[in-house]
């Protein structure tokens, strides 16, 4: 027989579904509610089967043993550093490996903004399953949305709870599509981060990490949401930035640092950016 709850040295924090939908009418909680959290060390025999969805959003992150999760498009395994996100209105089962159980800290959201934190993360039409850059800050994210869950459904846990709910959603979408250690992307990042004051060929770049110019420019557009120039180029901007904000060096001399030479060039790169020019920017009272 499945369990849904009640394994040892668990938490589980449920908010009482009248609370949930007084605070769906309030201010900040009206746009993301958790509804409910846990945290279920070593579930042997954890299963749950909802033919008819959830109204909610659903995150299971696993840090140790192994499970499952089962929608139309199929089954796929849940293994230590994973998290699987399901939509709301999507039939879904999912339990622990029969002889590995699976640890995992999970919840529900709802609210008027989990369609748009959704679209980041890739669950719009199904369940998305990926591999967390991050597993031990998602844990910990999860164990503070409980931690305030636990302390009763007033409206400053419930506030505090979507504020953690917020950054775990969006630091889901971040491990979703930063590059991979060593990859392709992150050596391209390295190598812009590193080379301020160069002139870019991508064709060279793309030979240079082992990867055709064309899948190159896909995957950085993918990982970044931009183009390896435009990239490289806020690069220079943002380095031009430091030194006009904590050093004495001349315009002339930022732009030498960042690889325009002639310093009209980089007047004219800077205003297109900023909208104002390096002395403007640097006459700017700041902080």
């Known amino acids: 027989m499945e369990l849904s709850e009640g394994f040892e040295h668990q938490r589980l924090a449920i908010v009482p579904r009248p609370a949930v939908e007084e605070a769906l009418g309030h201010p900040v909680t009206r746009r993301l509610i958790v509804t409910d959290a846990g945290f279920f060390p070593r579930a042997e025999r954890h299963g749950r089967q909802r033919p008819e969805g959830t109204r909610e959003a659903i995150v299971i992150a696993c840090s140790s043993g192994a499970g499952w999760v089962r929608t139309d498009a199929g089954t796929v395994r849940i293994e230590p550093g994973m998290v699987a996100v399901l939509p709301p209105g999507i039939a879904h089962a999912y339990g622990a ?19 748009d934190l959704l679209i980041a993360l890739g669950a719009v039409d ?15 994210l999860l164990d503070d949305i409980v931690r305030a869950l636990e302390q009763g459904p007033s409206t400053a846990r419930l506030i505090e709870a979507a504020g953690l709910a917020w950054h775990l959603l969006t630091r889901l979408a971040v491990d979703r599509v930063l590059p991979v250690d060593g990859g392709p992307v992150q050596r391209t990042l390295r190598h812009l981060d590193e080379h301020v004051d160069a002139t870019v060929r991508v064709p060279e770049l793309a030979a240079a990490v082992g990867v055709s110019t ?43 640092a960042v690889g325009m030479d002639d310093p009209f060039y980089f007047s004219r790169r800077f205003r297109a950016t900023h909208g104002m020019s390096p002395r403007a920017y640097r006459a700017l009272r700041k902080g």
Request: net charge neutral.
């Open 214 to 256: 064309s899948h190159l420019a896909a995957i950085f557009r993918t990982a970044t949401g931009g183009g390896i120039l435009a990239y490289h180029q806020g690069v220079k901007m943002a380095h031009a930035r430091r030194l006009l904000d904590t050093t004495d060096a001349s315009v002339a001399e930022v732009g030498r």
């Open 97 to 115: 490996d029969l002889a590995d159980p699976w640890t995992i800290r999970w919840c529900h959201v709802d609210g008027s903004d989990v369609s």
């Open 126 to 140: 199904g369940a998305t399953v990926h591999t967390l850059r991050s597993p031990e800050r998602i844990a910990g």
